[in-house]
Nanobody
């Protein structure tokens, strides 16, 4: 069974940094694209960043380019989201995600709040 367990997040002032982590089990991790999504209050969930299995290709939503970095560790089966220069509009619940055998699996969600 696929399990995604997240850690990190919290509250930070604008311009600050946070790192999210997600540990995966139940899949051959290195074979799968891993994603980070976020959902702000009253808004739809949006894809923030993706990384291919070998880490060779990373994509980002325009609003986080040059501020966020997705990475992965295929030894420890973890994916990370380093978030720098955070803005109030980054406030949301963040979810790690993998699509496995046609189904979407989600981490438990982590609140990120950016406020002065």
């Amino acid at each position: 069974q696929v399990h995604l367990v997240q850690s990190g997040g919290g509250s930070v002032q604008p311009g600050g940094s946070l790192r999210l982590s997600c540990s995966a089990s139940g899949i051959n991790f290195r074979l799968f694209v891993m994603n980070w999504y976020r959902q702000a209050s009253g808004k739809e969930r949006e894809l923030v960043a993706s990384i291919t299995g070998n880490g060779g290709n990373r994509t980002y939503v325009d609003s986080v380019k040059d501020r966020f970095t997705i990475s992965r560790d295929n030894v420890w089966n973890k994916v990370y989201l380093q978030m720098n220069s955070l803005k109030p509009e980054d406030t949301a619940i963040y979810y790690c995600n993998v699509k496995y055998r046609g189904s979407m699996y989600w981490g438990q969600g982590t609140q990120v709040t950016v406020s002065s």
